[in-house]
C-alpha cells in the first residue's frame, strides 16, 4: 500500500480541488439572475448562424484541413521516432541508421511546418473575407432601421457592433475553428499510438480525462461571464465616448472638464475591473490544466521508472526506456493541445459574445418596411393628403390628433405654432420616417405605406436646420444621392442659393476638403450647401424644416428670393419660426398641441386676428424693439 501513497496524494489534491470548483460552480448557477447572468442567444444558434457565412467559402476549409493533416503528422510520429532512436542505440548501431531516422525527423518537421504556413494563409485571407461579409450585412441592417429605433440605440454602441464585435468574431474563422479540429485529431492520434505502445499506461493517463471535463466545464460558466461583462463594458465606454467627443465643446463651454473626466474613469475602472477578472478566470484554469499535464507525468515516471529499474511489469505489461520516452513526448502532446482548447475556449467566449450582439442588431426587425407588393412611384405631381391621421411617439401621448388637410401640386404650404405643436412631426411622416398608428397619408392620391419607401424618399429633398455634411469634399456632399453631374450644373445650383460666392473664394473651389461634421464651415455655409444639394436633384417635393434659422437676415433674403423662383417647380412645405419667412405660401396651417385650429394665406389669417394674428404681432413687436435697440 505505501507504494501506492505518492498517487493517493495526488489523488487526494486533484479531488480537492474539485470539490473547491463544483461548489464556487453551484454557488454561480444558484447565484446567476442576481449577477445578471443569462443567455439569449444558445451556443448551438450562434454557431449554425456563423456558419452560414463560412459556407461560401467551404472549398477553402476543406484545403486547411487537408493540409492540416500534414501539419499533425509531426506530433504524431516525432514521438515514435525519437523511441526509435532510443532503441537502436541501446542495442548498437550504424551511424548511417542514425543519419536516416533524423533525416526523416527532420523531414516530417518541415513539411508540417509548410502545412502551418499555409493553413495559416489561406484561413486569414478566407477569414478576412468572412468578417468583411458580417460588416457588411450589419451596417446594411443598421442603415435599413427606422428613426425611432436608431434614436432608442446609442451611436457608440452600433460603432461597437460594427468593429470591436466583428473583430471578437473574426478570431473564430482565423483561428479557433481549425485549431480546435486540429486539437481534436491530434489528441485522436495520439491516443490511439499511446493505445499501441502500452495501453495500461494509456488508460493511466486517461484517468485524469474527467478532470479535465470537469474544470472545462466550470471554467465555461464562469469564462462567459466574465467575456459578458467585458463586452458590455466596452461597449458602454464607447458609447459614452461617442457622445462626449461630439459634445466636447458644450463641456468646455461650461467648464465640465473634470466632472466628465471623473465619468470617463467611473467606465474605464468598470472595464478594468470587468478585464482583470476575466484574466483571473483564465489564470485560475490554465494552472489547474497543467498540474493534471506534471501529475501525470509524475505519475508515468513514478510507475514506469519502477517497472524498469525493478524489471516488473505495470498490470501485465512490460514498461522500457523506449516507451517511458515516448510516453513522456505523447503525454505532452496530449495535454498541450487540451490546454491549448483551454485557451482557444477562451477565444470562443469572446467570439460568442461578440456574434450574440451582432446577432443581436441583425434581428432587430426595422419597424418601417415595404408592404407586400409595395410599388415604384416613377412620376410625382406633388399632391399630399393628410385624412384623420393619429401618431405618437410614446403610447397614449399623441402628437398627432386627427389631422386632415390637403396640398395641391405645387402648392407652397407653411406650417407654424408652438415648439411640440407637431410641425416637424408632419413633414417626418410624409417621408415615412415614422408610421402611424391610426390614418391616411396619400402622395398623388396613393397610401405611402404602398409604395417603396426607397422610390418614396427620393421624390423629395430635405433642408433641416441640423445640417450634416460628411468628412470628403464640397462636390460629394453636394452630388450625395447621384453621381454623373457636371461641375457646371453644381455651381449653377450653389449660384441658385448664392453659396458659390464663399466657395469661388476657395483656393480648391468644389474640391475644398470638408472636414468631420462641416466643422470648417460656418453654420450659414453649411446650411446653402445643403440648399444647393437638395435643389441639384430636381425633386417634386421639397421640405424646410427652420432651413433659415442659422442664417443672418441678409442670406435669409437671398434665399427666400431663390425659394420663390422654385414654387413653381413643385410642392413645397416649410416649418419656420420666422413668419415672414412664409408669408408668400399659398396656404398656411397653424397647429396647436398637434391639432389644426386655423389654415388659410398671411392675409386671411391676419384678417381673422386668431393665433397666427398673435404670433405675427408678436415678432413684429419683438424687430421693432430690436431696431430701436440698433438705433439707439
Known sequence: MREYLPLLIAGAIIGTFSVIFILAYAFMKNKKEAIGFDRNIPDSEIVARLLKYAKPYWKNFLLVLTVMLFSISYDIISPLLIANIQEIIKAGFELYELYIRVAIYASILIISLISTYVQSIVLQKTGQKIISNIREDLFKHIEQLSHEQLHQIPVGKLVTRVTNDTNGVSMMFTNIIVTLVKNVFVILGVLVAMLCLNYMLTLMVLCFVPFILLFTLIFRKFSRRAYRRVKDSTTDINTFLSENLSGIKITQIFNREERKMQEFNDRNQKLSVAKRKQIFVFGIFRPMVYMLYITSVMCLFYLGGKGVLEDKPFLGQIITSEVIIAFYMYISRFFNPIQSLAEMFNWLQSAFASAEKIFSILD????????????????????????????????????????????????????????????????????????????????????????????????????????????????????????????????????????????????????????????????????????????IHKPEIMILDEATANIDTETELLIQNSLEKMMNIGTMLIVAHRLSTVQHADNIIVLSHGEIIEQGTHFELLKNKGRYYSLYMLQYRKQELANGTKAG
Open 364 to 535: 432587430t426587425k426595422p419597424i418601417v418596411v415595404d408592404e407586400e407588393g409595395a410599388i415604384e412611384l416613377e412620376n410625382v405631381r406633388g399632391e399630399i393628403e393628410f385624412k384623420n391621421v393619429w401618431f405618437y411617439y410614446k403610447e397614449g401621448e399623441w402628437v398627432l390628433k386627427d389631422v386632415s388637410f390637403k396640398i395641391e401640386p405645387k402648392q407652397t404650404v407653411a406650417f407654424v405654432g408652438a415648439t411640440g405643436s407637431g410641425k416637424t412631426t408632419i413633414l417626418s411622416l410624409i417621408c415615412r420616417n415614422y408610421d402611424i398608428q391610426k390614418g391616411q397619408i396619400l402622395i398623388d392620391g396613393i397610401d405611402i405605406k404602398k409604395i417603396k419607401i426607397s422610390s418614396l424618399r427620393k421624390h423629395f429633398g430635405q433642408m433641416l436646420q441640423d445640417v450634416f455634411l460628411f468628412s470628403g469634399t464640397i462636390r460629394s456632399n453636394i452630388l450625395l444621392r447621384e453621381e454623373g453631374i457636371s461641375d457646371d450644373e453644381i455651381m449653377e445650383a450653389c449660384k441658385y442659393v448664392n453659396a458659390d460666392k464663399f466657395i469661388n473664394k476657395l483656393e480648391k473651389g468644389l474640391d475644398d476638403e470638408i472636414l468631420e461634421r462641416g466643422n470648417n464651415f460656418s453654420a450659414g455655409q453649411r446650411q446653402l450647401l445643403s440648399f444647393a444639394r437638395t435643389i
